[in-house]
């Protein structure tokens, strides 16, 4: 019997595959299936994809022509992209020289990367864990999405589906990071103000 993980579960490194894809799907077209070989025109390149197009618009076929596809970007890309921000050297970021022998340093860089990347916390990125034989670690670029025959999607490989409630999740951040609305930034010199003011309260 599956079992669905509720929003307080923890998945085990055992848990992943079973409780994110299910890997037994038909061959229709729908939302949250993750297909290969994807030509993402703007890039130039093929790749992972996800089809992001609510379910009730696909089986309306006789309106949909067309499918919101997002791109899955392997995490290794993110994470050289993010350590070469830092200033880290070209072998650091490959991952042929070790980041550094300190335990705490890299304590340190899994606390702020996992925080903006790895549970989701930065809106136009989403988490995929990897699938065995199917793709590495990933995330769903939200930045890099494009609108896709039907017919194209259909003739690639469906790699999987995603079991609900992240099959329901991803839209659902998908919504969030595109009706985000812009605001100007309170300055440091601000913030530090308040918030010393609030040590100083505590201490009352």
């Excluded at 009730?56 to 919101?68: K, P, V």
């Excluded at 995929?128 to 670690?137: E, I, R, S, V, W």
């Amino acid at each position: 019997m599956t079992r669905t993980p509720s929003e307080h579960s923890i998945l085990t490194v055992e848990d992943v595959t079973q409780d994110f894809y299910l890997l037994d799907c038909n061959a229709h077209v729908e939302q949250s299936a993750i297909y290969g070989e994807v030509t993402f025109s703007a890039l130039g390149v093929a790749s992972l994809g996800i089809v992001l197009t609510a379910q009730c618009d696909i089986e309306d076929a006789a309106s949909t022509n067309y499918l919101l596809v997002a791109r899955v970007v392997p995490m290794g890309m993110i994470f050289a992209t993010w350590l070469e921000r830092k200033g880290y050297s070209e072998g650091e970021m490959r991952g042929d020289v070790p980041i550094g022998p300190e335990r705490a340093k890299c304590n340190s860089l899994f606390r702020e990367f996992s925080e903006t990347y790895l549970r989701n916390k930065a809106l136009k990125y989403y988490l995929l864990p990897a699938l065995d034989g199917k793709f590495a670690t990933s995330v769903i670029s939200f930045e890099i999405t494009q609108c896709t025959q039907i017919q194209s999607i259909e003739r690639l490989p469906k790699l999987c589906v995603l079991r609900s409630p992240f099959r329901e999740a991803v839209p659902a951040h998908y919504s969030a990071y595109i009706g985000r609305v812009g605001t100007p930034r309170l300055s440091d010199d601000y913030l530090r103000a308040e918030f010393n003011s609030f040590c100083k309260m505590k201490d009352r």
